[in-house]
């Protein structure tokens, strides 16, 4: 087995901002378990959203910030570009590691620029949506084949990178997600942030309310649902530009809550979950609601499959109302069963998809790449 470096190695992780996503709450969530033998260093293109407060929760050392102002085909670019790579070097960061599409496309140009190894991040599996369009996608194949590492949250969005992008398949790496169940249990236990309608059953849907997320099916499907369960409440957690047009379409049994931060303990007080996607990679949402002991259905798209299975919920096809309705009540009709896929679920979480788990894969991932890299430049690296 090879060694690495004894000296706790620096590692920038850069992010664009601190929005309410599963991009960035995962980054949080990297840096909570950021393996031993490594040193964070964290460097953002804006200090702004909805996550803010936890990061700065975590303590560490401020963030430099790279500010873009606008597109990236612009000068402003690169500058921020080489201001980066001048920090990778003053920092004697040996790594660096990208978050989402902007933050791994300013990394890796950096990256190449400092002469140090990159690894870009890929959760989703790569589809077309509002601003990001075809020449984006060109741009993420891109840095699917050019990366040093590619880390997916999933086996479905690895693949994709592999078959779709070029991306080579010794570089290409599953880290999935990982959750901070001492934390989520916590949090789980506060106050709600604002009322709950009455009535149960009560299914959580916690998404934003964009077109990829499939809230049109979920509606019809609730539609379904209604005429034979009345009694059943849905909830649907996140804010976005679907949310005027939903309204109108969804019918008394149907809640908006909008953005919320109090999540785990809403999913606390609910009998189950729904994430009706048309497009997923691993999704955090439904590892929450797992870890909240919920029984899940939801589209068999992406990584949702490697979570939802058998032993934890159902799975439906994707933008097929009929599906995700007869889904719905099947698992409305079997209460007892459905409380044993929700403890099902929580073990899967506790077992799979912790934090400590999470560190262990980020450090194997580091260890290969830095031992890689070392060896590339003629360094010994029990000797750096």
Known sequence: MHSVPRMPVPVLHLVSRF????????????LRAHPPGYTPIVACLEMSGGNLDDFLALKLPAPEVFPLKGSLLQPNTF???????????????????GTEFISNFVGLLAARLAGVPV??????????????????????KWMSRNADAVSANAEAVRRLCIEE???????????????DLERFDKLTRLPLQGPLPEGRPLIAVVANLWPVKGHRTLLEAIDRVSRQRPDARFVLVGDGPEREALQAKANAAVTFLGTRYDVPAVLARCDAFCLPSLAEGLPNAVMEAMAARLPVVASAVGGVPELVGPDTGFLASPGDANSLSAQLLQLLSDPGRASALGAHGRRKIEQEFSLRRLAER??????????????DVGIHPSNP
């Open 79 to 97: 500058v921020q570009v080489a201001r980066l790579a001048r920090l990778i070097r003053k920092s004697g960061a040996r790594l660096v590691h």
């Open 165 to 179: 992008e070029g991306s080579a398949p010794g570089r290409t790496f599953v880290v999935p997600n990982g959750l």
């Open 362 to 375: 980020h450090r194997a991932l580091y260890d290969a790449l830095i031992v890689h890299h070392l060896s």
């Open 119 to 140: 690894i870009v991040s890929r959760v989703d599996l790569g589809h077309l949506r509002e601003g990001f369009g075809e020449r984006h996608r060109a741009v993420e």
């Open 19 to 30: 929005w309410v996503g599963g991009s960035e709450r995962q980054f949080i969530e990297r």
